[in-house]
């Protein structure tokens, strides 16, 4: 996987490039996956959490698919539903 990002004062974008394979095989078009994007920031104790899809758990947690948003797989392109 291949990943880069601009970051601006009013816009994050993130660019992924995934290669299909055989353990990954490549979706079908209408195929749709849950996705969450986060990243830890700082250090422990002023340690922060951004992420697309916020989980709202008690204690941060990014292993709640139920809160994750989706990804809309079509012909040669992918859409990005909130």
Avoid: K
Avoid at 24 to 37: A, D, F, I, M
Avoid at 61 to 80: K, M, N, T, Y
């Amino acid at each position: 996987m291949t990943a880069a990002a601009s970051v601006t004062p009013d816009l994050v974008l993130v660019a992924l490039r995934i290669p299909w394979s055989e353990s990954l095989p490549q979706p079908t078009p209408g195929e749709r996956w849950r996705l969450n994007l986060y990243r830890c920031v700082g250090s422990d104790p002023n340690r922060g959490y951004v992420t697309w899809r916020p989980t709202f758990t008690p204690e941060p947690s990014f292993h709640a698919p139920e809160a994750f948003g989706w990804l809309l797989f079509r012909e040669q392109a992918v859409s990005v539903v909130l």
